[in-house]
C-alpha cells in the first residue's frame, strides 16, 4: 500500500510541528485533547465459514479527525464524535466469480489452486464515537489513555481482484458487500503509543453470499496502533 508511506510522513511531520514544548505558552485550563488520529491495524476475518483462511497481510489505514468533548472540570473525562476514512485490504482463499450474466457465485480454492492474488479491497467513510477517558493536564502532554467506544461506517468503493490459472480479473463494487458497517472499538496506552481494537458487528456480506448453500456471517477483526495527535 505505497500510500501508506506518504500518510506516514505526513503524520510524523505534523507531530513534530504540533509539538507542545513551548514552555513560554499560556496555560490553557480550557484545553482539549487529540483531535486528529490516524491507525494502522491488521484485518482479520471473523466467524469464517468452513474453509476459508487468510494469507499474505491484510492491512488497514485509518485517519480522520475528532471533536473532543470534555465532560467534568478536570477534563480528563469525554466524549469524541468525529469523521474519517478507512482502507482496508483483506487477502483470502474465497473464490467470488461473476458469470455472463453477472451473477456472483463463492467457493473455496483448495490448496492446490494455482493463484498469485486473491483479494479485496474496501475503503469506507466512517463516524467514531468514544468515549474518553486519561491522565492529562494543561500541562501535562504525555499521559495514560483509555478511549472505547462505537464506529459506524459506509462502504463508498470496494475492489476484488483475482489472478490465478483461472484468468484474471477485477470486479468494482459488487452488491454482495454490506454498505454499512459498525462495530465497537478500543484504544489504549500511553503517549505516542496506544494498542487499538475494532470488532465488528455486523457481517460484511449480505444475505445474498451464499457458500455452499449457508449464508456468509464473516465479520472483521482489527488489531494494530493508533496514533493521537493536536
Same mark, same amino acid.
Given at each position: 500500500?505505497?500510500?501508506?508511506?506518504?500518510?506516514?510522513?505526513?503524520?510524523?511531520?505534523?507531530?513534530?510541528?504540533?509539538?507542545?514544548?513551548?514552555?513560554?505558552?499560556?496555560?490553557?485550563?480550557?484545553?482539549?485533547?487529540?483531535?486528529?488520529?490516524?491507525?494502522?491495524?491488521?484485518?482479520? &476475518?471473523?466467524?469464517?465459514?468452513?474453509?476459508? *483462511?487468510?494469507? @499474505?497481510? =491484510?492491512?488497514?489505514? $485509518?485517519?480522520?479527525?475528532?471533536?473532543?468533548?470534555?465532560?467534568?472540570?478536570?477534563?480528563?473525562?469525554?466524549i469524541g464524535v468525529g469523521l474519517g476514512v478507512s482502507l482496508n485490504s483483506f487477502n483470502h482463499n474465497l473464490f467470488i466469480k461473476?458469470?455472463?450474466?453477472?451473477n456472483l457465485s463463492y467457493s473455496i480454492l483448495d490448496d492446490g489452486s494455482g493463484y498469485s492474488k486473491n483479494k479485496f479491497n474496501?475503503?469506507?467513510?466512517?463516524?467514531?464515537?468514544?468515549?474518553?477517558?486519561?491522565t492529562s493536564t494543561p500541562t501535562e502532554y504525555d499521559f495514560w489513555r483509555i478511549y472505547a467506544g462505537f464506529k459506524l461506517g459506509? &462502504?463508498?468503493?470496494?475492489?476484488?481482484?483475482? *489472478?490465478?490459472? @483461472?484468468? =484474471?480479473?477485477?470486479? $468494482?463494487?459488487?452488491?454482495?458487500?454490506?454498505?454499512?458497517?459498525?462495530?465497537?472499538?478500543?484504544?489504549?496506552?500511553?503517549?505516542?503509543?496506544?494498542?487499538?481494537?475494532?470488532?465488528?458487528?455486523?457481517?460484511?456480506?449480505?444475505?445474498?453470499?451464499?457458500?455452499?448453500?449457508?449464508?456468509?456471517?464473516?465479520?472483521?477483526?482489527?488489531?494494530?496502533?493508533?496514533?493521537?495527535?493536536?
Amino acid at each position: 500500500m505505497k500510500p501508506l508511506y506518504k500518510v506516514l510522513f505526513i503524520f510524523f511531520g505534523a507531530q513534530f510541528c504540533y509539538s507542545q514544548t513551548d514552555s513560554l505558552s499560556a496555560v490553557d485550563h480550557l484545553y482539549k485533547e487529540d483531535q486528529f488520529y490516524i491507525g494502522i491495524t491488521y484485518n482479520l &476475518l471473523g466467524k469464517k465459514p468452513s474453509g476459508l *483462511k487468510q494469507s @499474505g497481510f =491484510s492491512s488497514g489505514l $485509518h485517519f480522520g479527525i475528532i471533536k473532543d468533548m470534555p465532560l467534568n472540570e478536570a477534563r480528563d473525562v469525554a466524549i469524541g464524535v468525529g469523521l474519517g476514512v478507512s482502507l482496508n485490504s483483506f487477502n483470502h482463499n474465497l473464490f467470488i466469480k461473476k458469470d455472463s450474466d453477472g451473477n456472483l457465485s463463492y467457493s473455496i480454492l483448495d490448496d492446490g489452486s494455482g493463484y498469485s492474488k486473491n483479494k479485496f479491497n474496501r475503503q469506507l467513510i466512517e463516524l467514531p464515537i468514544e468515549f474518553r477517558w486519561r491522565t492529562s493536564t494543561p500541562t501535562e502532554y504525555d499521559f495514560w489513555r483509555i478511549y472505547a467506544g462505537f464506529k459506524l461506517g459506509y &462502504l463508498v468503493n470496494s475492489t476484488t481482484k483475482f *489472478k490465478g490459472d @483461472g484468468g =484474471s480479473f477485477k470486479y $468494482h463494487n459488487i452488491e454482495d458487500f454490506n454498505k454499512l458497517q459498525y462495530g465497537l472499538t478500543l484504544s489504549a496506552g500511553y503517549n505516542t503509543w496506544n494498542l487499538h481494537l475494532y470488532y465488528g458487528l455486523n457481517p460484511i456480506f449480505s444475505k445474498n453470499a451464499v457458500l455452499n448453500g449457508n449464508d456468509m456471517n464473516t465479520n472483521i477483526l482489527k488489531v494494530g496502533l493508533m496514533f493521537y495527535i493536536l
